[in-house]
């Protein structure tokens, strides 16, 4: 089947330039001590922040050479969300990025935010075939309309620009933890691709479909090493959540990817949570030389405090030699609200992705050395050979609600069945985390409960 298209709308290269006559206005506003921020919305999607650099208007040197080039704000748009923007602008004009600047602090004081509005930026988009070709709507300066200073003069530089971002999208037909199967959708069609299986490690049945493509290599670098090497099997009755793992199939039945609690979700002494200070971690897996072999570590925890979020962090992991690195290369990391979800995502578009319209080279794609894949990268030559712009997002459902994770591929980081499968078991990993950080008071479905708990 075919990808289906997305478009990435960018904004970035963001500075400000306030004449002198208009500082005494700006009061605490001071290039070194206060950068102004500016909020960037695009109509229905969610509000998004930015520092912007302030250009000292004494400088000598070209304004050009303080811009900073670094992505500041993007959206994700489907066909569907393309489609909503054009019929809006047949009776409204084309769609609109609006930008607002302000001076001051962000944040908001007894519910009063302290910025000040200093003026607003509106840059028209052309959406149309942007799913196809690359398109730059600003790139330099532009004045900004400013709000009782009786001038006109302060400046803003931005580049808004958008690209297409075809993506593969996958769905589970159920949740995780029920071994569903994932469907491929393109449009209004869904094709079966993946089944999975959902079980426990640590069972024997378990550890036999997990370890079944290990038994030809050596005992140093077998899966089980791996496993026990990188997890922590900790013993505390009662007060942990560990084992769980879930292997992805292609339609053959040949395991593609897997997800492997490697170390247990365990309550913190004298609370009913799992810290960030000893979180619990997977261990994504990919085949390879007739083994499992080790590709990312997703680390998940509760967080504390008013916010009460699913704590994430995920790590590629680095093969050197046949050896496995002890760190990682960080990819992603962040919290989501545990009571409504949200989006887990891997995006490397604010590192070391491209600022003037042109899109990623698609010779950089495969996310490692698969066995279809052309291997000459190695994990070895970061940063950014292997991941650029968006790499994929899922979904995750709030505790208690019924979770069927959608994920999205980039098509420039799927290569083989293998790739694609790789996203898949981290998605499920990180859905099955919502339910490992769940409090210990709160007791969990069956089908996540041990034969041997269901008994006690």
């Not at 803003?156 to 491929?184: K, T, Y």
């Not at 670098?221 to 292997?247: A, M, V």
């Not at 994430?312 to 030699?321: H, I, S, V, W």
């Not at 709160?442 to 708990?453: A, I, Y």
Request: glycine share 10%; proline share 7%.
């Amino acid at each position: 089947m075919d990808p289906c298209p997305f478009v990435r709308i960018l904004v970035g290269n963001l500075a400000l330039k306030i004449p002198v006559a208009s500082k005494p206005a700006l009061s605490g506003v001071h290039p070194s001590s206060s950068p102004c921020f500016c909020k960037i919305k695009l109509k229905s999607f969610p509000l998004q922040t930015a520092i912007i650099p302030l250009i000292p208007s004494e400088s000598k040197v070209s304004d050009n050479q303080h811009v900073v080039q670094s992505l500041a704000a993007s959206f994700h748009l489907s066909k569907a969300d393309l489609d909503k923007l054009a019929a809006k602008s047949i009776f409204a004009g084309k769609p609109c990025l609006k930008i607002s600047i302000y001076t001051g602090r962000r944040g908001a004081t007894c519910g009063i935010n302290s910025g000040r509005l200093l003026g607003k930026v509106s840059v028209p988009l052309d959406l149309t075939g942007s799913e196809i070709r690359a398109a730059v709507y600003q790139n330099g300066w532009v004045g900004v309309g400013n709000k009782g200073d009786g001038t006109n003069s302060t400046q803003m530089h931005l580049n808004v620009r958008s690209e297409p971002d075809p993506r593969f999208v996958f769905q589970f037909e159920g949740e995780p933890e029920c071994s569903p199967q994932v469907s491929q959708i393109q449009g209004n069609l869904r094709q079966p691709v993946f089944t999975c299986k959902f079980s426990f490690r640590n069972s024997s049945s378990g550890d036999r479909n997990l370890m079944s493509r290990s038994s030809t290599l050596e005992p140093s670098i077998s899966s089980r090493s791996w496993l026990t090497s990188i997890g922590s099997e900790r013993e505390r009755p009662g007060k942990e959540r560990k084992g769980w793992s879930i292997t992805v199939h292609d339609l053959s039945g040949s395991p593609v990817a897997a997800a492997s609690m490697v170390t247990p979700f365990v309550a913190s002494p004298g609370s009913d949570r799992v810290s960030r200070s000893n979180p619990g971690a997977w261990l994504i897996l990919r085949p390879g030389d007739n083994t499992w072999k080790p590709w990312g570590r997703l680390e998940a925890w509760r967080e504390r405090g008013s916010s009460d979020g699913l704590g994430y962090r995920f790590e590629l992991l680095l093969d050197t030699n046949g050896g496995m690195s002890t760190t990682g290369i960080l990819l992603s990391e962040s919290t989501l609200p545990t009571k409504k979800g949200g989006k887990f995502a891997i995006d490397m578009s604010g590192r070391g992705s491209n600022t003037n319209g042109r899109t990623t080279p698609s010779n950089s794609s495969s996310p490692a050395c698969s066995p279809r894949s052309s291997g000459d990268h190695g994990y070895g030559l970061w940063p950014y050979c292997l991941y650029r712009g968006f790499v994929m997002s899922s979904t995750v459902e709030g505790e208690g609600k019924c979770s069927k994770p959608a994920v999205e591929v980039s098509v420039q980081h799927v290569s083989c069945t293998e790739d694609a499968a790789a996203f898949v078991a981290l998605a499920a990993a990180m859905d099955l985390s919502m339910d490992a950080c769940q409090l210990f008071s709160h007791k969990l479905r069956k089908e996540l409960c041990h034969q041997q708990d269901n008994m006690s």
